[in-house]
Antibody, heavy 124, light 111 residues
Framework: EVQLEESGGGLVNPGGSLRLSCAASGFDFSVYSMNWVRQAPGKGLEWVSCISSGSHYVYYADSVKGRFTISRDNAKNSLYLQMNSVRVEDTALYYC?????????????????WGQGTLVTVSS | QSVLTQPPSVSGAPGQRVTISCTGSSSNIGARYDIHWYQQVPGTAPKLLIYENTNRPSGVPDRFSASKSGTSASLAITGLQAEDEADYYCQSFDNSLSGWVFGGGTKLTVL
């Protein structure tokens, strides 16, 4: 069974840092692009970042560019999101979601499956 | 303000048909990027409902269908059931933002 499990969320002060992890199982993690998508409380979905299968290509939403860093370890079947200089508006449930299979990232790709999410709360 | 525009809510009685629109622009849907749809039951993670404009993943009932034309797309649900009550999101790629975008979401209420 294909599974994604996020961890690392919690309460962090504005300006602080946090590292999210996503453990993948049930599929060949090394051949798929991976994404982080977040959902603020009571709000809609917002794509955050994407990384290609071999880490050659990374993409960020403007709202997190320069503050967040996506990475992966294919040997450990794991995806990461390093969150620095966090802001109150970064408060959200962060989902890990699998993208398309391939070396490059397909612009027309979709996200499937999704993990259950890890909650990040930025507050003093 | 989402790049893809959806109605905030729609409703219908059991057995009825409802549609949810998703309006974009020349930098996303109009640029021929595929549209995908997700269903999110409250308290759960989003689930892929329709991929590549019209395709249903295995396990999704054929009561769900979708179409795309120009700078818009729509999701149709026929034979509404109580279990269809959820939030629905459209998603595409936007080349002016160089990133993936979602609609604001539509809450479906089954009366």
């Amino acid at each position: 069974e294909v599974q994604l499990e996020e961890s690392g969320g919690g309460l962090v002060n504005p300006g602080g840092s946090l590292r999210l992890s996503c453990a993948a199982s049930g599929f060949d993690f090394s051949v798929y692009s991976m994404n982080w998508v977040r959902q603020a409380p009571g709000k809609g979905l917002e794509w955050v970042s994407c990384i290609s299968s071999g880490s050659h290509y990374v993409y960020y939403a403007d709202s997190v560019k320069g503050r967040f860093t996506i990475s992966r370890d294919n040997a450990k079947n794991s995806l990461y999101l390093q969150m620095n200089s966090v802001r109150v508006e970064d408060t959200a449930l962060y989902y890990c979601a699998r993208g398309p299979r391939g070396i490059a990232v397909a612009a027309s790709g979709y996200f499937d499956p999704w993990g259950q999410g890890t909650l990040v709360t930025v507050s003093s | 303000q989402s790049v893809l525009t959806q109605p905030p809510s729609v409703s219908g009685a059991p057995g009825q048909r409802v549609t949810i629109s998703c309006t974009g622009s020349s930098s996303n849907i109009g640029a021929r990027y595929d549209i995908h749809w997700y269903q999110q039951v409250p308290g759960t993670a989003p689930k892929l409902l329709i991929y590549e404009n019209t395709n249903r993943p295995s396990g999704v009932p054929d009561r769900f269908s979708a179409s795309k034309s120009g700078t818009s797309a729509s999701l149709a649900i026929t034979g509404l059931q109580a279990e269809d009550e959820a939030d629905y999101y459209c998603q595409s790629f936007d080349n002016s933002l160089s990133g993936w975008v979602f609609g604001g979401g539509t809450k479906l209420t089954v009366l």
